[in-house]
């Protein structure tokens, strides 16, 4: 089945077609490790799993290599350290592991490979010492600067002129810039600041160098996939594209990156998050409070390139959801599944462009197939679908827990109360005693539980 994917350079849905299908390479911009993340940090990186896992599928789990790096030196961290009064590495180290430790509770699974900014100081001085070379960075004042009309075609990917790039970009307007668009490479470092020696003075590297640098360093180019939030088209990755074309002489973006993914944005009640109208939501707290699953429904709730609204009616129906799901699978726990292959609507939902709301349809009726099989007694049905569910909830990082753990400590000792109150109705009822069976029926209903008789007895499910 093939692979579809938006490019947001070529502005439409392309087969993916790897350069080696033995290694597919997929880059995703990671967090700055300055504080905890906040829940629209979490998205790129649910989003980016599924497609890793989806991958995995189709080309092996040895065939692909992926990368999520991490900013370890930036001016919010510096500024963090030098609260604190503690060397950077304390800071990032500390909210690094925080980041993984949240990104476990959603079952992502940690990248192949993890490329840090201060490790790797020498590519990117090499890098910038190549575009100084091929005539597309210059030096002044003790800063290299991209030259952006070394590359025609600058703005490509962002579908920006020059003029619209210059509003609201992320770059200096300062007097040793050739042209107010050229961007940073590479800077001196204030007093006080982490700083490296290379051949323009001591300093350290600009914002979008790094990625250019790590990118070639570690997994070659040009890459398969390049991946990020909406947020980063322009001006990171508009900047990535041209530093890491101009380095080899190239003049195709093609060159760097074949496919670009961008997910769309994330509002919190209607409005985007700031501190300043104090709605930003920190995963780490949100995780705490809820299941990691929870969380990671919500966000694959809607295609990844569309804008998500994040509130409590959001969290609260995809508790709902997994509650039915993880139901269905806790009456269906004494029947092994016979099938570990996902069934053809889920893998045709999810190779379209990673159309999560189609699969997770799908997940819906599967569970509700096992329902009615439940019922039926048909024990083969149950298998099949159950198995299915079970694989295609794999390829999404949900229901990856015990069901029974899934509700909850006191779980175990409900299902002891219930299953006590349904043999003593089965008891009434072989009697014919109906009113102490409506009694039953009623302590039952009291509890939350709703009976479903079907021809190998009673089961049961929480009615929330």
């Given at each position: 089945?093939?692979?579809?994917?938006?490019?947001?350079?070529?502005?439409?849905?392309?087969?993916?077609?790897?350069?080696?299908?033995?290694?597919?390479?997929?880059?995703?911009?990671?967090?700055?490790?300055?504080?905890?993340?906040?829940?629209?940090?979490?998205?790129?990186?649910?989003?980016?799993?599924?497609?890793?896992?989806?991958?995995?599928?189709?080309?092996?789990?040895?065939?692909?290599?992926?990368?999520?790096?991490?900013?370890?030196?930036?001016?919010?961290?510096?500024?963090?350290?030098?609260?604190?009064?503690?060397?950077?590495?304390?800071?990032?180290?500390?909210?690094?592991?925080?980041?993984?430790?949240?990104?476990?509770?959603?079952?992502?699974?940690?990248?192949?490979?993890?490329?840090?900014?201060?490790?790797?100081?020498?590519?990117?001085i090499a890098q910038i010492e190549a575009l100084v070379v091929a005539g597309a960075a210059y030096a002044a004042e003790g800063h290299v600067l991209f030259d952006v009309a070394a590359y025609p075609a600058y703005g490509a990917l962002s579908g920006r002129n020059l003029e619209d790039m210059i509003a609201g970009a992320r770059v200096e307007v300062a007097p040793y810039k050739r042209n107010p668009h050229d961007f940073v490479l590479w800077k001196p470092s204030k007093v006080d600041e982490p700083s490296w020696e290379s051949p323009w003075g001591a300093g350290r590297p600009g914002w979008h160098i790094e990625c250019s640098a790590m990118i070639e360093?570690?997994?070659?180019?040009?890459?398969?996939?390049?991946?990020?939030?909406?947020?980063?088209?322009?001006?990171?990755?508009?900047?990535?594209?041209?530093?890491?074309?101009?380095?080899?002489g190239h003049d195709s973006p093609e060159a760097y990156a074949r496919y670009w993914m961008h997910n769309g944005f994330l509002t919190v009640d209607a409005e985007k998050m700031s501190k300043s109208i104090g709605n930003v939501l920190l995963l780490h707290d949100l995780v705490q409070s809820m299941p990691g699953e929870v969380v990671r429904w919500a966000l694959l709730s809607a295609h990844y390139r569309q804008p998500l609204d994040?509130?409590?009616?959001?969290?609260?129906?995809?508790?709902?959801?997994?509650?039915?799901?993880?139901?269905?699978?806790?009456?269906?726990?004494?029947?092994?599944?016979?099938?570990?292959?996902?069934?053809?609507?889920?893998?045709?939902?999810?190779?379209?462009?990673?159309?999560?709301?189609?699969?997770?349809?799908?997940?819906?009726?599967?569970?509700?197939?096992?329902?009615?099989?439940?019922?039926?007694?048909?024990?083969?049905?149950?298998?099949?679908?159950?198995?299915?569910?079970?694989?295609?909830?794999?390829?999404?990082?949900?229901?990856?827990?015990?069901?029974?753990?899934?509700?909850?400590g006191a779980d175990a000792e409900l299902k002891a109360e219930v299953e006590a109150l349904l043999a003593e109705r089965q008891a009434a009822r072989t009697a014919r005693d109906w009113p102490a069976a409506d009694r039953i029926r009623d302590r039952l209903n009291a509890l939350d539980v709703v009976v479903m008789d079907g021809p190998d007895g009673a089961t049961w499910r929480r009615r929330s």
């Open positions: 089945m093939t692979l579809y994917l938006h490019d947001t350079l070529s502005r439409r849905k392309r087969a993916f077609t790897p350069r080696d299908p033995n290694r597919v390479t997929l880059y995703v911009c990671g967090p700055t490790v300055y504080d905890y993340a906040h829940i629209g940090n979490a998205r790129p990186p649910v989003v980016f799993d599924v497609l890793v896992r989806l991958l995995r599928r189709t080309y092996g789990t040895g065939a692909v290599l992926y990368a999520r790096n991490v900013t370890d030196v930036d001016d919010k961290i510096n500024a963090k350290a030098a609260r604190e009064g503690v060397p950077i590495g304390e800071v990032t180290a500390r909210y690094e592991a925080a980041y993984l430790a949240d990104m476990a509770q959603l079952n992502v699974a940690p990248p192949d490979l993890a490329p840090h900014v201060t490790d790797h100081i020498p590519a990117i360093a570690r997994l070659g180019l040009p890459i398969d996939i390049h991946g990020g939030g909406i947020d980063l088209v322009f001006p990171h990755h508009e900047n990535e594209i041209a530093q890491g074309v101009c380095a080899h994040w509130n409590p009616g959001l969290l609260e129906q995809s508790r709902k959801n997994l509650d039915r799901l993880y139901g269905a699978l806790h009456r269906a726990a004494a029947v092994p599944a016979s099938t570990d292959e996902p069934p053809a609507e889920f893998l045709k939902a999810l190779n379209d462009d990673l159309n999560t709301p189609g699969a997770l349809a799908t997940l819906f009726a599967l569970s509700s197939e096992i329902e009615r099989a439940m019922t039926a007694g048909d024990h083969g049905m149950v298998a099949r679908a159950k198995g299915e569910l079970q694989a295609a909830a794999g390829l999404l990082g949900v229901l990856q827990s015990d069901p029974d753990a899934w509700f909850g």
